[in-house]
């Protein structure tokens, strides 16, 4: 199949960007240039190793809310292979996806944003379903994100809890390396409809990433994690997604379950959609699960026949050969484990 692109705008973005892309792969093997070892590496603070840990799996959990009867749209697996603060972003379907923050030209980025694109990947026809129950679980785990960077341009993605106080997000929603680094502040908004907040909003400015992405911009290693201030355990009450190291066997049997809150769909409406994985990386994964700009963060993840979902992904871009996310393997597990104690 072929990615179906909205305008000839976005299908010029596309190509533009791609050739880009294809240039830097170039410049960057006739260097020998090397992947860089993962470490985490805090906001102000020098990078430093962290303990491994041998656990492979974390639970989720379902908040005093707790578990309740929801918009039934996930496929199971495994299944044959086929207190609220005003944010300075401004809510606009004129905000592009945080993508644009890190990557491309200033060529492309300008074209992007002079158009208003959101770079949609939709393979063949969009076959996303709006989630409207999104007050119900595993949906109000997933978050939408404002996010002002750090030259105080406004920009749009998604993110998912995965403990009472911490939210996965792709890298470059925290950290735009074109736009000055580490992110001013982002507004997260748990469940949200719309111009519903069944559950508020919190804004912070505590992040976390890690050194492949911050001084590499290491497309391997694009994810990376918003601290709630202790006033906001949005966990304690809407629960929060388990996340899991599942081997390249498991994978390549499974359906993944993707949702999030792109920028070509009405302002703040959450879009879901599954497909099993194209092709299963070290630290990759590739789909063609239909997605557009503003879903950027969004979870990856397998939900189990006794109703569990555990996170094996991290949404993070578009491209024509298929869209992908950062692969939890057991560095970026413990990178998790480690930020979920920060904020116990």
Not at 75 to 82: E, K, L, Q
Not at 104 to 116: F, N, W, Y
Not at 312 to 320: A, E, F, R, S
Request: glycine share 10%; hydrophobic share 30%.
């Amino acid at each position: 199949m072929v990615n179906t692109i909205k305008s000839n705008n976005n299908q010029q973005i596309q190509q533009l960007f791609q050739q880009e892309r294809d240039a830097e792969l170039t410049r960057r093997k006739s260097k020998g240039q090397r992947k860089p070892k993962e470490q985490e590496f805090n906001p102000g603070d020098s990078a430093s190793s962290q303990d491994a840990i041998s656990r492979m799996k974390s639970e989720p959990g379902f908040g005093q809310m707790e578990r309740s009867q929801t918009q039934d749209l996930e496929v199971t697996a495994p299944v044959p292979a086929i207190a609220a603060r005003e944010s300075k972003a401004t809510e606009s379907v004129q905000l592009l996806d945080a993508y644009w923050g890190s990557y491309g030209s200033p060529v492309s980025r300008a074209l992007a944003r002079s158009s208003h694109s959101v770079m949609e990947v939709v393979i063949g026809t969009d076959d996303r379903i709006q989630v409207t129950r999104t007050n119900e679980y595993p949906w109000r785990c997933i978050c939408s994100l404002l996010i002002t960077a750090a030259d105080g341009t406004s920009w749009i993605g998604t993110g998912w809890l995965v403990a009472p106080r911490l939210v996965l997000t792709a890298g470059h929603c925290v950290y735009m390396h074109n736009q000055g680094g580490w992110a001013s502040q982002i507004e997260v908004i748990p469940g949200r409809n719309g111009s519903d907040r069944p559950f508020g909003s919190c804004t912070t400015s505590n992040l976390r990433s890690v050194m492949g992405w911050i001084n590499s911009r290491d497309r391997n290693y694009d994810y990376g994690a918003i601290l709630l201030p202790e006033t906001c355990r949005y966990g304690d009450q809407v629960g929060w997604f388990g996340y899991a190291v599942k081997n390249d066997d498991e994978l390549t049997q499974i359906v993944t379950n993707l949702s999030g809150y792109p920028g070509d769909k009405p302002d703040g409406t959450q879009w879901f959609h599954s497909k099993t994985l194209k092709d299963v990386d070290p630290q990759v994964l590739t789909y063609e699960t239909d997605t557009a700009g503003g879903q950027s963060g969004a979870p990856v993840w397998i939900r189990t026949a006794d109703g569990n979902r555990y996170g094996v992904g991290i949404h993070t871009n578009g491209d024509l050969a298929g869209n992908s996310a950062t692969r939890i393997n057991q560095e970026v597990y413990n990178n998790i484990v480690n930020w979920i104690a920060e904020v116990p």
